[in-house]
C-alpha cells in the first residue's frame, strides 16, 4: 500500500499562506509610513522650537539694545582721535564722518563712517577703530595735488580744480579751511590748460593730454630740473604734444612719450641745454623737444622783456611724503 506524499500536488498552492503573507506586508508598510511620518513631525517641532528661540533672542537684543546699550552714559563716546597725513582740520574730517563726543559707541556703524569719509575728494584712505567703551579712533590718508586746472564755462566763469598724480579732481581749500601757507603752495601749482569740460570733483579724469602732463610733471619733480627752473603751466590744447612754460617765459614743446622711461630723457636733454645756455650767458626761448633730431632751439633776446607769465610763489617745502619721503 503506497504512503501518501506529503506535500502540494504541482500546480496547487496554499491560498491560506499566501493571504498570511500579504497581510504581513501590509503591516510592515504601514509601520514604516507612520514612522516617517513620526520623525518628519518632530523636525518640524524642533525646526519650530528653533525659530521661536531665534526671534525670542533677535527680540530680547532689540531691547536690551534700544533701552539699555544705546543708552548706557558708560558707552558714551568721551575720547575721539584724529590723525591725518594732510592739510584737512579735524573739524572737516568729523563733519565728513558725521560723528562728534557724546554719540553712543556701540550705535555707531563703523563701515557707514568709513565709507562717508572716503565720499570726500581729498580722502584716498581712512582707518576707523572703536576701543571700548568709548574711545574711537579716525585715520585718514589724503590725496596730494601736484598741478591745478582752470576752465572756462559757458558763461565764462573761471573754475579752479586740483589735481594729483592720478588725475583724481579735487577743489582747492577755501579761506580759513587750511593754513594760509598750505593754501598759497596749492595756488603755486603748475596750471594745466585746453582741457575744457575734463574735470568732475571726486572723479580720476580721462583726458589723455591731463595724464600725460602728470606724468610729465612726476618725472620733472625726480629730475634735477626743480632745481634751475620752476613750470608754470602746461597747455595740452593740441593734440599729441603739450607745452610747458617757466616763470621766466621759456617754451619747451613736448611730444606724448612712449614705453617706461617717459619723459626722463626729453627732461635730461631740456636740463643739459639749460646748462649750456646758462653758461653762454643765455636764456632759453623756445626749444621744441618733440622733434627727435637738430632739436630747434632759439634763445631769448637779451634786449626783450620776457614773457609775462604768472608768477609761481616761492615753495614752502609741502610736497607728498608718499613719493618724497
Known amino acids: 500500500m503506497r504512503r501518501k506524499r506529503r506535500g502540494w500536488p504541482w500546480g496547487r498552492s496554499n491560498r491560506r ?19 516617517w511620518l513620526g520623525g518628519m513631525a518632530r523636525a518640524m517641532a524642533r525646526l519650530a522650537a528653533a525659530g521661536l528661540l531665534v526671534v525670542a533672542g533677535v527680540a530680547g537684543y532689540s531691547f536690551v539694545r534700544d533701552h539699555w546699550l544705546h543708552r548706557t552714559e558708560s558707552l558714551a563716546l568721551r575720547e575721539l582721535t584724529v590723525a591725518t597725513d594732510g592739510a584737512l582740520s579735524r573739524e572737516a574730517i568729523l563733519g565728513q564722518a558725521r560723528v562728534r563726543e557724546g554719540m553712543n559707541t556701540f550705535a555707531m556703524d563703523l563701515p557707514a563712517v568709513r565709507a562717508r569719509l572716503l565720499r570726500h575728494p581729498r580722502v584716498a584712505a581712512a582707518e576707523v577703530q572703536r576701543q571700548w567703551p568709548s574711545t574711537l579712533r579716525i585715520r585718514v590718508q589724503e590725496r596730494f595735488p601736484v598741478a591745478r586746472a582752470r576752465v572756462l564755462d559757458q558763461q565764462g566763469i573761471d573754475f579752479a580744480y586740483l589735481l594729483d598724480e592720478a588725475g583724481h579732481v579735487m577743489l582747492p581749500f577755501e579761506k580759513g579751511q587750511a593754513s594760509p601757507e598750505v593754501i598759497e603752495t596749492e595756488a603755486g601749482l603748475p596750471v594745466l590748460m585746453g582741457a575744457q569740460g575734463a574735470f568732475v570733483v571726486g572723479q580720476a579724469t580721462l583726458h589723455p593730454g591731463v595724464r600725460a602732463a602728470l606724468r610729465f610733471l612726476a618725472d620733472y619733480e625726480d629730475s634735477a630740473l626743480p632745481a634751475l627752473t620752476d613750470v608754470v603751466s602746461v597747455d595740452v590744447s593740441r593734440a599729441g604734444e603739450m607745452e610747458v612754460r617757466t616763470w621766466l617765459g621759456t617754451r619747451v614743446t613736448f611730444g606724448m612719450p612712449e614705453g617706461a622711461l617717459g619723459f626722463r630723457r626729453a627732461l635730461g636733454c631740456w636740463e643739459a641745454v639749460h646748462l649750456d645756455s646758462a653758461s653762454r650767458g643765455r636764456l632759453i626761448g623756445t626749444l621744441d623737444l618733440s622733434v627727435t633730431n637738430h632739436v630747434p632751439l632759439k634763445w631769448m633776446d637779451a634786449t626783450a622783456e620776457p614773457t609775462r607769465v604768472e608768477p609761481r610763489p616761492a615753495k614752502t617745502g609741502r610736497r607728498n611724503p608718499r613719493r618724497h619721503g
Do not use: I, K, N, Q
Open 17 to 35: 499562506l499566501g493571504r498570511e503573507v500579504e497581510l504581513d506586508v501590509v503591516l510592515r508598510s504601514g509601520g514604516g509610513a507612520e514612522a
